[in-house]
């Protein structure tokens, strides 16, 4: 059974600074995506990572996967508050059925402090 | 308009009552998923459907059933609502390529069982 786990599940940080999150999953799969949840609002979607070694960035954000070490990073470069808000990887997997379905990671909440 | 357009956005029902959530899209994609999300859980398959006859039960399905009544809409059912259903959830849709796209979410309905 595809698990999704996120580390941390809350980060408070100050504007200006860097820092990387974590994203594990525990079987074989080669595509990762990255969504950002504002509060009380729909997933919006970040980045989609397609191949093991895949580095995409947006703005301040910078994401890459390594399928080898099921592992996924999402980077931040200078924080902004804008920039405060609930991330969440998901993996997909594959059902006993063989159909693929995605998998969340519970979320982090990211706080950007002035 | 939305892509995908879930209806209604808020509700509140008695425990006990039969609940229907709507979604239907305009992306022409032929993958679509019910999620529920819970504060500190991320977010959990309910029911996905590949196409119109095809549906699959998800990790909660337990006191939800579905209906794919055309390629672009897509309802849960509550059949005897619980106030541990009440939640937010989400319907997204995906293609077979799902290359570029990934997966688009709804705007969300929640949902109080009182």
């Known amino acids: 059974e595809l698990k999704v786990e996120q580390n941390p599940l809350f980060l408070s940080m100050q504007e200006g600074k860097n820092y990387t999150i974590y994203c594990n999953y525990s079987t074989t799969s080669d595509r990762l995506y990255w969504y950002r949840q504002d509060p009380g609002k729909s997933l919006e979607s970040l980045f989609v990572l397609l191949s093991n070694g895949a580095v995409k960035q947006e703005g301040r954000l910078m994401a890459s996967l390594d399928t080898k070490a099921r592992l996924s990073t999402l980077h931040i470069t200078a924080a902004v508050h804008d920039l405060s808000a609930t991330y969440f990887c998901?993996?997909?997997?594959?059902?006993?059925?063989?159909?693929?379905?995605?998998?969340f990671g519970k979320g982090m909440k990211l706080t950007v402090n002035p | 308009d939305a892509d995908v357009t879930q209806t209604p956005r808020n509700r509140i029902t008695k425990t006990g009552k039969r609940i229907m959530l709507e979604c239907s899209q305009t992306?022409?994609?032929?993958?679509m998923y019910w999620y529920r999300q819970d504060p500190g859980l991320g977010l959990r398959l309910i029911y996905y459907s590949f196409d119109v006859k095809d549906i699959n039960k998800g990790e909660i399905s337990d006191g939800y059933s579905v209906s794919r009544q055309a390629q672009a809409k897509f309802s849960l059912s509550l059949e005897s609502a619980i106030p541990n259903q009440t939640a937010l959830y989400f319907c997204a849709t995906s293609d077979r390529s799902r290359d570029l796209s990934g997966y688009t979410f709804g705007s969300g309905t929640r949902l109080t069982v009182v």
């Open positions: 998901a993996v997909e997997g594959r059902s006993q059925g063989g159909s693929e379905k995605l998998v």
């Open positions: 992306k022409g994609h032929d993958r």
